[in-house]
T-cell receptor, first 111, second 116 residues
Framework: RKEVEQDPGPFNVPEGATVAFNCTYS??????FFWYRQDCRKEPKLLMS???SGNEDGRFTAQLNRASQYISLLIRDSKLSDSATYLC????????????FGTGTKLQVIP | EPEVTQTPSHQVTQMGQEVILRCVPI?????FYWYRQILGQKVEFLVS????????KSEIFDDQFSVERPDGSNFTLKIRSTKLEDSAMYFC??????????????FGPGTRLTVL
């Protein structure tokens, strides 16, 4: 099983739609979870950290399910500018700094 | 807003040559990182650096790689004898602290390395 697994997509959704991405991780000892966004040929940028209680930032909601070892990201009212690849990131056991990236899920919001 | 900068934006080199990729982390940050992303693949952790020494490294970071903080601002990644498979985008990142549970890593724009 891959350390961090995501559906690569692409997800093609109309503007205004709600879209959800899931990510599973294999290491039950992982402590930190993040969603990053990466535009084509650009650097990853932190979208949000994921907390056990779930967290929301505007149109974005992240959830963590430790028992099932998955993380989700929900985007409401999709905008054209949301088109990007969304990267699930998990810290690896045994170290604070080393993180593992998923391969990313590509989102294309269509007018 | 402070940002991580990297130079050059694109480096082309011949196989077997040495390359040095440069990064200037955000000034008050204490932890520095290198990642690579082969075209079409995921971002991969290479190494983290704190207090002038490597704190963690991945299995990718073998003897051909080294990192250095030669002065108070630059953070470099050296690849001693480049191979074709080293062609990738190399991202530098920095964070204030090293605990990913409470800290954000800020990424630079990357250096695209092409090995011919």
């Amino acid at each position: 099983r891959k350390e961090v697994e995501q559906d690569p997509g692409p997800f093609n959704v109309p503007e205004g739609a709600t879209v959800a991405f899931n990510c599973t991780y294999s290491n039950s000892a992982s402590q930190s979870f993040f969603w990053y966004r990466q535009d084509c040929r650009k650097e990853p940028k932190l979208l949000m950290s994921v907390y056990s209680s779930g967290n929301e930032d505007g149109r974005f909601t992240a959830q963590l399910n430790r028992a099932s070892q998955y993380i989700s990201l929900l985007i409401r009212d999709s905008k054209l500018s949301d088109s990007a690849t969304y990267l699930c990131v998990v810290n690896s056991s045994g170290g604070y700094q080393k993180v593992t990236f998923g391969t990313g899920t590509k989102l294309q919001v269509i007018p | 807003e402070p940002e991580v900068t990297q130079t050059p934006s694109h480096q082309v080199t011949q196989m077997g040559q040495e390359v040095i990729l440069r990064c200037v982390p955000i000034s008050n940050h204490l932890y520095f990182y290198w990642y690579r992303q082969i075209l079409g693949q995921k971002v991969e952790f290479l190494v983290s650096f704190y207090n002038n020494e490597i704190s963690e490294k991945s299995e990718i970071f073998d003897d051909q790689f080294s990192v250095e903080r030669p002065d108070g601002s630059n953070f470099t990644l050296k690849i001693r004898s480049t191979k074709l498979e080293d062609s990738a985008m190399y991202f530098c990142a920095s964070s204030v602290l090293g605990k990913t549970s409470t800290d954000t890593q800020y990424f630079g724009p990357g250096t695209r390395l092409t090995v011919l």
